[in-house]
């Protein structure tokens, strides 16, 4: 039996790295966290001339990620991983490295408030922009298709998140 996985996924300035940062701080005594971003990204020129596009980078990176999280399941320690993955590429890497259970959670929010996250949080305005609004728009019709948990951030409180995806990764033990 391998330990929980919980994978949260969604655009920038929609609260996943906020979220895992929490979990990072107050449970990482009960759970490893990962952040995809923290392989590096590289710009999208070299995305391209090594994979051919940014969603190739993307589907070989999350395929990779999921490989090296295999053994820490496998050694019952469970894992949560944040980062902004197309949910067909979680599942394919999930189905690849023989992940049999996984709770992938969208981790969204309204337009106007990815916009002031990103402008106020975040200081990256331009991250604000139409391509963002599309990509975040993708990966809610993607979750809806596939019946995949979204959490809305913009209308619900971080505590109430934190408190949705506490019992998805950890047992009673790691209460506060």
């Given at each position: 039996m391998t330990a929980s996985l919980v994978i949260l996924t969604g655009a920038s300035?929609?609260?996943?790295?906020?979220?895992?940062?929490?979990?990072?701080?107050?449970y990482s005594a009960y759970c490893d966290?990962?952040?995809?971003?923290?392989?590096?990204?590289?710009?999208?020129?070299?995305?391209?001339?090594?994979?051919?596009?940014?969603?190739?980078?993307?589907?070989a990176m999350t395929l990779q990620w999921m490989t090296?999280?295999?053994?820490?399941?496998?050694?019952?320690?469970?894992?949560?991983?944040?980062?902004?993955?197309?949910?067909?590429?979680?599942?394919?890497a999930l189905t690849a490295n023989k992940i049999a259970s996984a709770h992938i959670v969208l981790i969204d929010c309204d337009d106007d408030t990815?916009?002031?996250r990103l402008h106020l949080d975040r200081s990256q305005p331009e991250l604000a922009n139409p391509i963002m609004m599309n990509w975040a728009r993708y990966l809610r019709?993607?979750?809806f298709k596939l019946g995949i948990q979204t959490l809305d951030t913009g209308r619900k409180s971080f505590d109430h998140c934190?408190?949705?995806?506490?019992?998805?990764?950890?047992?009673e033990q790691a209460d506060e």
């Open positions: 300035g929609a609260g996943k790295s906020a979220l895992a940062r929490h979990f990072l701080e107050h966290v990962f952040f995809f971003d923290s392989i590096g990204v590289p710009p999208v020129e070299k995305m391209e001339a090594d994979y051919g596009s940014g969603e190739a980078w993307q589907r090296r999280i295999r053994p820490i399941l496998s050694a019952r320690r469970p894992v949560l991983f944040e980062g902004q993955m197309r949910i067909a590429f979680i599942r394919e990815r916009g002031a019709e993607e979750a934190i408190a949705r995806l506490k019992p998805l990764l950890l047992t």
